[in-house]
C-alpha cells in the first residue's frame, strides 16, 4: 500500500504521522512545493521579526521524517492528478503511482490587482521563504505599508515595526481591526496595544497605486482616498483561497474549497482532502466555509490519516472560527459566532473585555481581551451546543466558571478523559 | 499510565495541592524559599466548587489533547512517558494561546508576560513517584493511580452525580 501526500504543513504532516501509526508497513510519499521539513506557518511573522529563523520555527525536524519512513519530496510541485490511474504527475515529469491520496495543498494568498502590485518590493506573507525575504528588504526600509486588518497583516504590522521599521502604516477598509473576530471595543483595546508601539492605522480605505521613483522602485504608495503614504516595501493580507485547482483539474468537486463527504473523501474515490485547501460546514452557524485555521487542519489530518489507513472515522462539522493572539501585552481570544445571537453579555473592567454571545440560552460565541484564563471552558460549552442552566450561565457571565462546572459533560464525551 | 483521579467527596477546598505544585515549581523547592523568590512560583492545579463540593483540577493528559492539534508553534506535544507537554517539544512556546482557548478543563494558564502556557508536568515527582499535589493532599482526595475501564465507569457514575446538581 503507498499512500502519497501532497502537502507537507499541519494536515499533510499529521496525516502521515496517523497512517504510520496505524499502519507501520505503508509506504508514505510525502510531497511539497516548499523545500525543507514542516514548518510552524503561523510563526512566519517571528521570522519577519528577525526573532527567529527558519529552523527556529520548525515543526517537524528531518530525523522525523527518518523515524517514521516517510519519504520526503520538498521543493517539488505536483502538476497533475490522474484519479483514473492513480498516478500523480510532478513538475519535470516523473510520475509517482499512490494506492491512495490526500490532497493537503493549503491556500494561497489572494493577489492584489492594483497598478504597480507586481513589484518586488510588493509582498504576500504565507511562506517561510516570503518572510525571509521581507526580513531581508526591511533593513534598509525606512517605511513599510501593510494592506488588510485581519490577523496576519496585523501580525506582519507588529514584526515590520519589531524588525525595526520607523514608519509602518497599516489600510484597513472595514471601520475597525479583526472585523471577523472582534467587535468595536475589544478591537480598540487591541489597536492601542499596536498604536502603543507607533504602529499608524488609516481605515475606510484601500491600496489604489504605487508609485516609484527615479530608478523604478517603490517610493510611495496611493490609497483610493488620494492621500499618499511612503513605502520602502508593502505586506497585502487580503486573505487567502484555497489550493483546489488539482482536484478541479482532475474532474473533483470544487465549491469555494475542495468538496468532502463526511469521511474527509472528495468525489473522486480513494482521493481525500485535508486543510485549509477544503469547505467544511460551521458547526455553530451551519455555513459552508472554507476551513483555515491550523487547529483545524491538524485534526482533519489526523482523521483523514485514519481514514487512508483504513481506519474509518467520521469528521463532524468543526467551529470554524476559533483565533487567539498577542502581539503587544493584550491576549485575545475568539471563538465562534461573535456577531450573531440573540442575547448578549458584556464585561469590561480595567484592560479587560469579555463578550458572550447566547442564542436560545446557548453559548454560540465569545471574546477574551486582556485576560484569557479558562477560554477553553467557554469554548467546550460553544461546541457542546447545550442549553445553558441558569447557574451555569450566571457563572458564565460573572467570568467565573471553570472546568469544574461542566466535568461531567466533558467525561461523557469520547477521546478527552 | 497513571492518572490524578480526584474523590470530590474527600476534598476539602484546603488548596494544600495548589501551594504544593507551586513550591515543586519553585527553584528552592520548600515552602520558606518559595515564597522569597523574584519570580513567584506559579501553581498548575486548581481548587474549584462545582455546587457544593470542591474539585482539584490539572492537565488530564488527554489521549487526543485539544492543545496538542491547536498549538502552532508544535511545542505542545506528547511526551514518551505519555505526558502532554510544551516544554521539550519541536518547537518553543511563544504564547500564542491556542492551548488556552481550547482547554476543555481550563487548566492551562497563560502567563502574559512571559508569553508562556503554564501547565502540569510532572515535573515534581520524588522518591516515592507520585505527583507532588497528591502527597500534599491531607485527606487522600487525590490519588495516583492506574485508570481500568471499571474504574473509569466509576468515575462517570460519580460525575452523573455531581452534574445534577451543578450544571
Request: charge should be positive.
Amino acid at each position: 500500500m503507498h499512500i502519497a501526500i501532497i502537502g507537507n504543513s499541519a494536515a499533510g504532516l499529521t496525516a502521515a504521522r496517523t497512517i504510520r501509526k496505524i499502519k507501520p508497513s505503508a509506504g508514505i510519499t510525502v510531497i511539497s512545493d516548499e523545500s525543507g521539513p514542516a514548518y510552524a506557518r503561523c510563526l512566519i511573522p517571528e521570522i519577519l521579526a528577525g526573532v527567529r529563523d527558519i529552523p527556529g520555527i520548525g515543526y517537524a525536524t528531518q530525523q522525523f521524517y527518518q523515524d517514521y519512513d516517510i519519504n520526503l519530496r520538498s521543493g517539488i510541485k505536483v502538476s497533475s492528478i490522474n484519479a483514473v490511474n492513480h498516478k500523480l504527475k510532478l513538475e519535470g515529469g516523473q510520475v509517482i503511482k499512490y494506492d491512495r491520496l490526500l490532497v493537503a495543498t493549503g491556500a494561497s494568498p489572494v493577489q492584489p490587482g492594483w497598478p504597480g502590485s507586481d513589484l518586488p518590493s510588493v509582498f504576500t506573507l504565507r511562506t517561510a521563504s516570503q518572510a525571509v525575504m521581507i526580513r531581508k528588504m526591511a533593513i534598509d526600509c525606512a517605511s513599510a505599508v501593510v494592506e488588510g486588518g485581519g490577523l496576519v497583516s496585523l501580525k506582519a504590522a507588529y514584526a515590520l515595526k519589531k524588525r525595526g521599521v520607523k514608519d509602518v502604516a497599516v489600510i484597513v477598509r472595514s471601520p475597525h481591526i479583526l472585523m471577523k473576530q472582534l467587535d468595536r471595543d475589544s478591537a480598540g483595546l487591541v489597536e492601542n496595544d499596536l498604536t502603543s508601539v507607533g504602529i499608524k492605522f488609516y481605515y475606510g480605505t484601500g491600496l489604489a497605486a504605487a508609485i516609484q521613483g527615479p530608478r523604478g522602485e517603490l517610493q510611495s504608495v496611493e490609497l483610493e482616498d488620494g492621500r499618499q503614504l511612503p513605502a520602502g516595501l508593502v505586506v497585502i493580507g487580503k486573505g487567502v483561497q484555497p489550493n483546489s485547482e488539482l482536484i478541479r483539474n482532475a474532474g473533483g468537486k470544487i465549491n469555494r474549497g475542495i468538496l468532502v463527504n463526511e469521511y474527509l473523501e472528495t468525489s473522486l474515490p480513494g482521493i481525500y482532502a485535508a486543510g485549509d485547501c477544503i469547505e467544511v460546514t460551521d458547526s455553530v452557524t451551519g455555513a459552508q466555509v472554507v476551513s483555515g485555521l491550523w487547529t483545524l487542519a491538524v485534526e482533519q489530518g489526523r482523521i483523514a490519516g485514519c481514514n487512508l489507513a483504513g481506519q474509518a472515522r467520521k469528521y463532524p462539522p468543526p467551529l470554524t472560527r476559533l483565533n487567539s493572539a498577542q502581539f503587544g501585552s493584550v491576549p485575545f481570544v475568539s471563538v465562534g459566532d461573535v456577531q450573531g445571537g440573540d442575547e448578549l453579555a458584556v464585561y469590561q473592567g480595567a484592560g479587560v473585555y469579555r463578550k458572550l454571545c447566547f442564542r436560545d440560552n446557548r453559548l454560540t460565541g465569545f471574546i477574551m481581551a486582556g485576560l484569557v484564563d479558562r477560554a477553553g471552558v467557554y469554548t467546550s460549552l460553544v461546541k457542546q451546543a447545550k442549553k445553558l442552566s441558569a447557574p451555569l450561565k450566571d457563572r458564565l457571565i460573572n467570568g467565573k466558571v471553570t472546568g469544574a462546572d461542566i466535568l461531567p459533560i466533558l467525561t461523557r464525551q469520547g477521546g478527552i478523559q | 499510565m497513571k492518572e490524578v483521579l480526584i474523590n470530590a467527596e474527600r476534598c476539602l477546598g484546603c488548596r494544600s495541592c495548589e501551594i504544593a505544585c507551586a513550591v515543586a515549581h519553585s527553584d528552592s523547592k520548600n515552602l520558606l524559599g518559595a515564597v522569597g523568590e523574584t519570580d513567584i512560583p506559579i501553581k498548575r492545579i486548581f481548587v474549584h466548587q462545582a455546587g457544593k463540593r470542591n474539585i482539584a483540577l490539572s492537565c488530564r493528559h488527554c489521549e487526543e489533547a485539544p492543545c496538542i492539534d491547536a498549538c502552532i508553534a508544535g511545542a505542545m506535544h506528547r511526551t514518551a512517558d505519555g505526558l502532554v507537554d510544551n516544554t521539550g517539544g519541536t518547537g518553543e512556546c511563544s504564547g500564542c494561546w491556542m492551548c488556552v482557548m481550547v482547554c476543555p478543563y481550563g487548566v492551562i494558564r497563560s502567563e502574559i508576560d512571559r508569553r508562556l502556557a503554564l501547565k502540569c508536568d510532572r515535573k515534581c515527582m520524588d522518591e516515592s513517584a507520585e505527583p507532588a499535589c497528591v502527597r500534599a493532599c491531607p485527606t487522600r482526595a487525590l490519588k495516583f493511580v492506574v485508570v481500568d475501564e471499571f474504574s473509569r465507569d466509576r468515575r462517570q457514575r460519580f460525575l452523573d452525580a455531581i452534574g445534577n446538581e451543578s450544571v
